[in-house]
């Protein structure tokens, strides 16, 4: 309760005698202060006053004066109360709240709290990364599974650490910071969230053709294959230093062909296996890890075009120096009919020839221009490797090329559904508050993203990859160009949603698929109404990340306990995907994920995990792909292990040590999020997920 102005007047009364000068009265109560950290300094009253004027400021108020009064007030309360002892931080700070609430400045009393509160937040936040930083210290995070430990890595990984303080403290409003720290929805990449944009596919025809500039002088077009693979690693390189996520070429085959026309085949084949050695060498983003690739062909029919094609293929299927398999590029072949997916097409030989390459190295996956939601767009459709497709375009042209994604976040589904108990109904209305709170903040980003400018990525945009930023000057803002992107709303954890709601995942039960599917269509038509409503590229993404899936179930399972089927574990199911340990099918599988391609247009992909390679019956590979054109897919992949001895590069199925040599140095090569990796670089979800993996039977 604030006191009368009788009281008011009769407490300034009292502090009279001691003003000479606010300074020296006060400093005669109080010589010194105890920090929080136990130190004891100087007591300085200026910073009473500073504070109370600053917070009230916050309301409009600009009285000096006054301020100073009431820091002479505050002193007096709190040498009533301590006598002449040492006050702490927050006994001074408590006593700011009280008199400001009590001489009746409440506004400027919330205002100080809102304040304090902040502080707090900033000094919590400054002693977790010096914890993070720490780990870091002894070896890199494992959430990016080809991020190595040295000693750049390590550096940009404490400088990661540091942004997504700053940004959850200083820059994302509040509400928004809050859903992400507490785990209702994940921002993803958020250490890179005003700097830059996430990936894209590369126009590389257009830079071949042109020439470009990666900082240190003009490139001029290339002459020869060897050359024009060589430019396209180092546009890679140069591509993704300027970015946080993914590149990729959609149209490897077409743009190379003019740059082989009258090479010798082994010319050709020369050059595509120093594309691979580079993209699995050269190093990006100052030296932690190569660049992430993926090259998406397979449609090109001109001969030149299956020259490319075949030769990138075979290249692949030898492998690196010693028959090592490659981590990179991720290669997309392309299926449709008429051009490839069936006997008579010219391009099927090139089919059969990706299935072999693919059933010894676990690439190329395959994506379908059939699917109902790509076939409009002919052959134009291109996947990176972690699923991220980017077609449609409310701002220009419906094209991959020179597009990407700006960013995503990822909804905690399994949440949603723990607290609403059971009642769909309240599922459902909070999926859609917590939908549209992401919305908010992908467009908060996105407007921070715009005020970015050409020259803060250089290649990306002062080279002109970016649709239209080739009319940009260095100075431009690149708002105008980024509105080609995408702003994606991702998913994590189908199948537990469904065990909490009815008991069952949908590999178990019809129903609970019907319901998957009527969620899965629910937050679609959210994203196509974010769309409208802010005139965006809003699309739906099946998030691939089981390191986010790990990061979720552990916060639940604090909040909420172990919930049999569903927090039991180290990690949610990815996305849309049927329980990794479920026993099914190959059919079954690709029977039930199939509908989900559909619904989510911000990418998808599937997997059929088999007990070891399909080698020795391509055919029945050949039977999978057929299904999953059946099943309208859009993108897919077959799993099953490698494993490499280090001593003499023998491969295949590896307990402990080589049956060819005896050595127990192994290497162990897995698909999790899209990318292939090697086991000794998952974090504890990834390896707990691959452990609970079952192969599906035919």
């Keep these: 309760m604030a006191k009368n102005a009788l009281e008011l007047e009769e407490m300034k009364s009292e502090n009279s005698r001691l003003k000479m000068t606010a300074v020296s009265s006060q400093q005669r109560l109080f010589r010194s202060i105890r920090k929080r950290d136990g130190r004891i300094v100087e007591f300085v009253p200026e910073k009473i006053i500073a504070a109370i004027l600053k917070a009230a400021r916050a309301v409009g108020g600009e009285d000096r004066q006054l301020a100073e009064e009431l820091g002479e007030i505050v002193i007096q309360y709190l040498y009533k109360q301590l006598g002449s002892g040492i006050p702490t931080v927050e006994e001074v700070q408590d006593s700011v ?19 304090r509160d902040r502080r707090t937040r900033l000094r919590e936040s400054k002693s977790e990364l010096m914890d993070v930083v720490e780990e870091i210290l002894v070896e890199t995070n494992k959430e990016n599974a080809n991020v190595g430990n040295s000693p750049s890595a390590k550096m940009l990984q404490i400088a990661s650490a540091a942004s997504k303080k700053y940004y959850l403290s200083r820059l994302i409003p509040q509400d928004m910071a809050q859903a992400h720290v507490e785990g209702d929805y994940h921002i993803h990449d958020l250490d ?61 085959d077409r743009d190379m062909a003019k740059f082989v026309v009258g090479a010798p085949e082994d010319q050709v084949y020369q050059a595509m296996e120093a594309l691979i050695y580079n993209l699995n060498s050269m190093h990006s983003r100052a030296g932690a890890q190569v660049p992430f690739s993926s090259i998406n062909l397979g449609c090109d029919t001109t001969p030149e075009g299956r020259l490319v094609t075949k030769n990138l293929l075979l290249a692949y299927e030898k ?6 398999t490659p981590i990179f590029p991720n290669i997309i072949f392309r299926l449709k009919k008429g051009v490839n997916l069936e006997k008579e097409d010219p391009n099927y030989d090139l089919f059969q020839l990706a299935m072999r390459v693919s059933a010894l190295r676990l690439n190329p996956t395959f994506a379908f221009m059939d699917a109902t939601f790509n076939e409009p767009y002919g052959t134009e459709v291109s996947y990176m490797g972690c699923r991220t497709r980017v077609m ?3 701002h220009g042209e419906d094209i991959s090329e020179g597009r990407g994604n700006l960013s995503f976040t990822t909804i905690n589904l399994p949440r949603l559904a723990i607290k609403a108990n059971g009642d769909l109904e309240v599922f459902f209305h909070e999926l859609e508050l917590l939908m549209s709170l992401a919305a908010r903040q992908l467009y908060h980003r996105y407007r921070v993203q715009s005020r970015l400018r050409v020259r803060d990525m250089p290649f990306l945009m002062g080279q002109g990859l970016y649709l239209e930023s080739d009319n940009l000057k260095p100075n431009d803002l690149i708002g105008s160009v980024i509105k080609h992107g995408t702003l994606s709303i991702g998913f994590i ?31 679609r038509k959210l994203t196509d109404s974010f769309a409208e409503e802010y005139d965006l590229n809003y699309t739906l993404l099946a998030t691939p990340a089981e390191g986010l899936s790990g990061r979720f179930i552990k916060m639940d399972r604090r909040r909420f306990g172990v919930i049999s089927g569903v927090t039991n574990k180290e990690f949610y199911t990815n996305s849309f995907h049927l329980p990794v340990g479920f026993e099914t099918t190959t059919y079954e599988k690709i029977a039930i994920e199939g509908p989900y391609h559909e619904l989510t247009n911000a990418g998808h992909i599937s997997y059929i995990e088999l007990q070891e390679s399909p080698l020795d019956n391509l055919d ?31 491969r295949g199925i590896i307990e402990n040590e080589c049956p060819a040599c005896g050595a127990t140095s192994i290497r162990r090569i897995r698909r999790i999020t899209g990318y292939l990796s090697t086991v000794d670089r998952f974090n504890e979800a990834k390896y707990s997920e691959l452990q609970n993996r079952q192969p599906h039977t035919f």
Excluded at 97 to 115: Q, R
């Design 97 to 115: 709240e009280k008199i400001l609430i009590e001489t009746g400045h409440a506004k400027t009393a919330k205002a100080y709290i809102l304040y």
């Design 192 to 252: 890179f969230y005003g700097k830059t944009l996430t990936c894209v596919q590369i126009p590389l025809g257009r830079l071949l053709e042109n020439g470009f500039n990666n900082g240190h002088g003009y490139i001029r077009p290339p002459k020869r294959p060897a050359s024009a693979t060589a430019l396209a690693a180092i546009i890679l390189q140069s591509s993704q230093n300027d970015m946080h996520g993914g590149q990729s070429f959609a149209n490897f």
């Design 319 to 324: 492998g690196l120096g010693r028959g090592e």
């Design 392 to 394: 449609a375009n409310r």
């Design 493 to 523: 954890g189908l199948a537990e949603t469904l065990i909490v709601l009815t008991g069952s995942h949908h590999g178990e039960d019809p129903k609970a698929q019907r319901l998957g599917l009527e969620i899965i269509s629910y937050m």
């Design 620 to 650: 029945a590979y050949e039977r999978i792909i057929q299904q999953m054109v059946v099943a309208n897919m859009g993108y897919a992949g077959i799993n099953f292990p490698i494993d490499e001895c280090l001593g003499c590069y023998h």
